[in-house]
């Protein structure tokens, strides 16, 4: 078990969409902090890790969702690097609201990058000693991501606005790009239960990416999303959602 | 003389663009959350106002800045509703660092909108009472702000994470399309001193915009915006910048 870290955070209107919870952004930029702050903490935050010449890079997100965060309300994210093998760092992280309800749990998995070759690194077991995390020898499965077989596709350009400090797009902006191409009305009858998302290949800055979809209305109603960059896939998810 | 109201704030990364210092759109969306709040306080919350059919927009923003808020610093935002006319209501707000320096000063106008109509609707001294602002006659100048002539275009497309819980595209957005088109080393080389910004039409979800600009070197940088919805001025700005 690796060392949990939790902080507050009061859920402001400007992180939440027209149905008055948190977008997706702003929730994954909310618990990245988490465990920025705990990395800070322990003498391993960014400015250490890049000293290193490396930089942490998410791959896969999951996301079980009961409720979304609201409006004003002050939410509780609580962090666990969970373990770690030669490639991969595991962290989870648990929103809770103020009664202690678990709200949303995410699982992620995190690689090492070399800056300047921009090539996994292997992770190292005394960098990792302060998280007290379980050193393993397993690579965790994931969920197959279901790929989109009969999409719509629409293009859109990277922003400024979406770079992060580390000069390449934030993990969380993809999620602008495959919400958006729902729509309206989709976004309004429509609430999240579970995302499964596999971060395939760096989006930077001066790319035009296509955001391509399809909705499948089975029992469930479920969207199948690929982030492509010309040819090349840079992400791709399944969300699952439940009708109003 | 309006009662102040003030709040602190810990600038989070994800508020911040590569420069480690707020974006606009983040540093407008958290004072705005300032008057919010005090409006909440003294009744008159955003759920109040709509019940009256009405909404608050803003038409016109002023900003001198010192200085932009830094990523992982405490803020201080004070706000005071200044004065109040038939049509206009005036709201500065003072972004100060933990020793107290004044950082950013901001002074906006508003006026109140009715939803169904979409016409403004006079400002009631009734309404106005909790906020001790002085009732005034005058109308307030503003810095004319200089057309462009000789522009540059760029398209972009109102996405759904750009609506605010009113419907409408959040003010503090129109900023995206504003800087992504000045590009990547014209924002690294330039820090913002001052912007007169004027809203003139609401962007609707569905609208795409064009984000018009103009950049001129004389003694001081100088770039000029518009925000066009087809032939329509949606929104005009001025920005001053400093080399760095």
Known sequence: MGKKYSMQHEVAYYQCDINQTMT?????????????????????????????????????????INRMPRD?????????????????????????????????????????MKIEERKMSSVDAELMAPYESEQI???????????????????YHVRFYDLDSNHHVNN???FNWMIDVLGYDFMVEHTPVYVNVKFDKE??????????????????????????????LACEANIVWQKK
């Open 172 to 174: 969380a902006m993809y």
């Open 137 to 155: 020898k397993k690579i965790k499965r994931w969920d197959k991501i279901e790929a989109v077989t009969d999409g719509k596709q629409r293009l």
């Open 72 to 112: 004003g309300e002050t939410i509780t994210v609580i962090t666990e690097p969970t373990a770690f093998n030669k490639f991969f760092c595991y962290r989870s992280f648990w929103i809770n609201d103020g009664q202690g309800n678990l709200l949303v749990k995410i699982d992620m998995a995190f690689v090492l």
């Open 203 to 232: 989006v930077l800055y001066g790319n035009d990416i296509h955001s391509l979809y399809q909705i499948i209305e089975e029992d469930q109603t479920k969207t199948l999303h690929e982030i492509r960059l010309g040819d090349q």
């Open 24 to 64: 997706f952004p702003a929730m994954l930029s909310v618990v990245i902090k988490a465990s920025s702050d705990q990395s800070d903490q322990l003498e391993r935050g960014t400015e250490a890790i890049n000293q290193l010449g490396l930089t942490w890079v998410i791959t896969q997100t999951e996301i079980n």
